[in-house]
Each structure stands twice: as C-alpha cells, then as structure tokens.
C-alpha cells in the first residue's frame, strides 16, 4: 500500500508550535497530514493538533489504524 499525505505542517523547519497548528488546520474529513515527531516543536504541537481537529469534528487515526 501507499499513502501519502495531503497537508504538509512543515514541521521538520522547526517554525513553532502555533505555526505547525495553523498549518494543521487545512486538513478536513480524509486528510492525511505529515508530521514528523523527531522535531521539539512537533511533539510540543501534537496535543494541541489533536485537540483542534477533535473539537471540528474530526477523528485523528495513525496510519496502522487507516490500514486495518
């Protein structure tokens, strides 16, 4: 199988959590976003990410989970 994905956080050029969040938020019902956890700033925003795509009504799932 491949995925790839279609909302790019650009987190791997470290811009900061509220920049990684803004980014996030272009993804809807479907959306794959790349995120790159080996970054500080990533890990930091992942909370934060999950919270805002949970209250607009989506469920974040890793991608074992969109495979089974």
Known sequence: MTLSYDVD???FTDPGVPAIRARVRAAGPGSV???HLGHP???DAVPGVLDDLTTRGLTPVTAGR???
Do not use: N, P, Q
């Open 9 to 11: 956080s650009r987190d």
């Open 33 to 35: 976003v790349s995120l």
């Open 41 to 43: 700033g990533t890990l």
């Open 66 to 68: 969109l495979f089974s």
